[in-house]
T-cell receptor, first 119, second 114 residues
Framework: AQKVTQAQTEISVVEKEDVTLDCVYETRDTTYYLFWYKQPPSGELVFLIRRNSFDEQNEISGRYSWNFQKSTSSFNFTITASQVVDSAVYFCALSGATYSGAGSYQLTFGKGTKLSVIP | DGGITQSPKYLFRKEGQNVTLSCEQNLNHDAMYWYRQDPGQGLRLIYYSQIVNDFQKGDIAEGYSVSREKKESFPLTVTSAQKNPTAFYLC?????????????FGDGTRLSIL
């Protein structure tokens, strides 16, 4: 079974502060992918990044950066110099190589972290 | 532009009534999914379909039904057997056999009981 834990339910920061969203996962698969999605107030989930289990290089994309550590089963997401537009619910998700029946690689989502950036 | 269209955006259900949520995609994806989102619960998988005329139950399929008669369409029916249907419903699609392919989501339908 797969499991994703986002221990932070809600976080509030003042604009321009840095903020890190935590994600811890459990899987028995050796091959898997991790994803981060953003859900703004409008409701749709927007794909942000994916990382495979064999690539522990950290990644930076503009104000966003991701820290993948296999040793601690964590895939944390940092927003630098936060902005009001970053206010959203952020989901971490896991896709493992174990699949059922018709061959679907199902996504397991964490419960999400609601980020509020205060101007 | 390619994407996923869910309709309606808001839906109200009376007691004992079945309602159908629409999901259409023009991304040419074979796989489609329905999720339910409750406050503080994250997303839970209701049903998924890998190909036309085939679909599988997810983690919380009871009280729901689906059909997949066309590649582009994957409607979800919330039946009267679903006793707590109030939630936000999200439809998604993806390339099914690729572990690394992200799912693309629609804007969602918010269902409430009258």
């Amino acid at each position: 079974a797969q499991k994703v834990t986002q221990a932070q339910t809600e976080i509030s920061v003042v604009e321009k502060e840095d903020v890190t969203l935590d994600c811890v996962y459990e899987t028995r698969d050796t091959t898997y992918y991790l994803f981060w999605y953003k859900q703004p107030p409008s409701g749709e989930l927007v794909f942000l990044i994916r990382r495979n289990s064999f690539d522990e290089q950290n990644e930076i994309s503009g104000r966003y950066s991701w820290n993948f550590q296999k040793s601690t089963s964590s895939f944390n997401f940092t927003i630098t110099a936060s902005q009001v537009v970053d206010s959203a619910v952020y989901f971490c998700a896991l896709s493992g190589a174990t699949y059922s029946g018709a061959g679907s690689y199902q996504l397991t989502f964490g419960k999400g972290t609601k980020l509020s950036v205060i101007p | 532009d390619g994407g996923i269209t869910q309709s309606p955006k808001y839906l109200f259900r009376k007691e004992g009534q079945n309602v159908t949520l629409s999901c259409e995609q023009n991304l040419n994806h074979d796989a489609m999914y329905w999720y339910r989102q409750d406050p503080g619960q994250g997303l839970r998988l209701i049903y998924y379909s890998q190909i036309v005329n085939d679909f599988q139950k997810g983690d919380i399929a009871e009280g729901y039904s689906v059909s997949r008669e066309k590649k582009e369409s994957f409607p979800l029916t919330v039946t009267s057997a679903q006793k707590n249907p109030t939630a936000f419903y999200l439809c998604a699609s993806s390339i099914p056999t690729a572990l690394n392919q992200p799912q693309h989501f629609g804007d969602g339908t918010r269902l409430s009981i009258l």
